[in-house]
C-alpha cells in the first residue's frame, strides 16, 4: 500500500515494512511472532485508511499502527480458537476493518476503536473484500455476500478450491478466483452464477479489468482475455 510518500509492505515474516516510496529508505517495521506450528502459506496486504495502517497476522491478530512511526494503536484477537489462526486477507470500508480469519470467521472491526461490531462465522475463511453495500467473504468451500450493517448473509453461493487472491468487482459482475477451482463470474446482487473459467490448471492471480474486459492469468501461465458484456 502507498500513502503520504510511504510503502508499506507485508512480508511472509510477520512483519510491516514501511518504507520511503522516493528513494526505497527505510522507516520502520513491526512485527509479531509467529505461531507455533502450521500456518496458512501468505500474508495479509497492508491497508491505509482513517489515519492508521492495518495488518493481519497468523497468529490471528489485527493491528492498527501509526503511519509515521509503526506504533500499535491498537490490536484485537479476532480468529477463534482452533486451528490456523491465520488473518491472511483485510478490507478496509465504511470506517470499519473488515477480516478474514481462517479458523473460523469473518470479523467487522470499528476502524478507530478496534472494537468488534459484528463477527460471522465461516470455516476456513481465506478473502475478504469491501463493495458498495456488500461485504464479500471466500472460503475455500463458498462464496458469501454479508450486509456490511451487521453480517447478515445477502446469499451464499458453494465453489471448490483454495483462493490466493481476492475476489474483484466488474461492473454488475463479481470475479472469484478460487486456485485450483478456477475463476467463478458470479452476479454480484444476487449471487447468479454466469460461468466457471476451468483453464486446466487453475487461478489464483487476481485479474485485471479494463472496462468490459476481464483479463486471467492461469497456474500453468496462460493469460486469457474475457469480455463481460
Do not use: C, M
Amino acid at each position: 500500500a502507498v500513502s503520504g510518500g510511504t510503502v508499506y509492505v507485508a512480508s511472509l515474516q510477520e512483519s510491516i515494512f514501511a518504507l520511503d516510496a522516493a528513494t526505497g529508505a527505510w522507516k520502520w517495521q513491526h512485527r509479531r511472532e509467529k505461531p507455533h506450528g502450521f500456518t496458512i502459506r501468505g500474508a495479509a496486504a497492508a491497508a491505509v485508511g482513517n489515519g492508521k495502517v492495518y495488518a493481519g497476522y497468523a497468529d490471528g491478530t489485527v493491528v492498527a499502527l501509526d503511519p509515521a512511526s509503526g506504533a500499535v494503536r491498537w490490536q484485537r484477537q479476532v480468529a477463534p480458537r482452533g486451528d490456523f489462526l491465520d488473518v491472511d486477507s483485510i478490507a478496509l470500508g465504511d470506517g470499519r476493518v473488515y477480516a478474514a480469519a481462517y479458523s473460523g470467521a469473518v470479523v467487522a472491526l470499528d476502524a478507530g476503536s478496534g472494537d468488534k461490531v459484528w463477527e460471522f462465522p465461516a470455516k476456513d475463511a481465506s478473502r475478504v473484500a469491501v463493495f458498495p453495500g456488500t461485504v464479500v467473504a471466500v472460503t475455500t468451500s463458498a462464496v458469501h455476500a454479508l450486509s456490511p450493517a451487521d453480517g447478515s448473509v445477502l446469499w451464499s453461493s458453494t465453489h471448490d478450491g483454495a483462493p490466493r487472491a481476492p475476489p474483484v468487482r466488474a461492473g454488475r459482475w463479481l470475479l472469484v478466483p478460487t486456485g485450483f477451482g478456477g475463476l467463478r463470474v458470479l452476479e454480484l446482487a444476487s449471487g447468479r452464477s454466469l460461468r466457471l473459467l476451468e483453464p486446466g490448471s487453475g487461478v489464483a492471480a487476481e485479474p485485471a479489468v479494463a472496462g468490459s474486459r476481464v483479463y486471467v492469468l492461469s497456474n500453468r501461465g496462460r493469460l486469457f482475455a474475457l469480455d463481460l458484456r
